[in-house]
């Protein structure tokens, strides 16, 4: 029986990460790292943990005295990844205070959205180029191999780059619009 498991998975809902960590949990899975989209996880007794998602403020003072702080409340530090800091503790010391980081949350998605647009923006800038420079450039010159693989090269790349933003980047865009509207209402 093997002890350790690896699971690939993106999230860009938080909630639903911590939801699904904790689904883990109930099966057996103890969380210990992640780089954001490779989890890894360690075999434990099935719903001996239970784990939530903290964020990391530039604002917090002291980082290292909020572990000490949220240890000695019982919290277990896990790993941290970017911005966001796994806290577990033991089923049988009862749930997490609920937190209102709902604050914490909208910058991050705000972050995770204006990292998604910008992405958005250089690959049409890419299309955009590869469509108007490249293609004419290889139709008008003196026909040869060359000219006819920049052609097919350059229709790829603008069809492939357009698919990719419809498939992945408009959808991941969508969802993280509608998690920032439903986190400013939750504000005001």
């Not at 992640?34 to 604002?59: A, H, L, M, S, W």
């Not at 890419?126 to 191999?145: C, Q, T």
């Amino acid at each position: 029986m093997k002890n350790d498991r690896i699971a690939i998975n993106w999230f860009v809902d938080f909630d639903k990460e911590e939801q699904w960590i904790n689904e883990m949990s109930k099966k057996g899975w103890r969380f210990w790292h992640t780089n954001g989209v490779i989890y890894r996880f360690k075999k434990c007794e099935p719903g001996e943990f239970i784990y939530q998602i903290d964020f990391d403020e530039k604002q917090r003072e002291g980082g290292e005295d909020y572990v000490v702080f949220r240890s000695s409340c019982g919290d277990i530090f896990v790993h941290q990844c970017k911005h966001k800091i796994y806290w577990k503790r033991k089923c049988v010391d009862g749930e997490f205070e609920a937190e209102n980081n709902v604050a914490a949350k909208l910058r991050l998605t705000n972050k995770a959205f204006n990292f998604h647009l910008n992405s958005f923006i250089g690959l049409t800038i890419i299309a955009a180029i590869a469509y108007l420079i490249l293609m004419p450039l290889g139709r008008y010159l003196p026909e040869n191999g060359v000219t006819s693989w920049l052609t097919d090269f350059s229709c790829g790349l603008t069809y492939g780059i357009i698919l990719s933003q419809m498939v992945i980047i408009l959808p991941v865009l969508r969802k993280l619009r509608k998690k920032m509207n439903q986190m400013v209402e939750q504000i005001f």
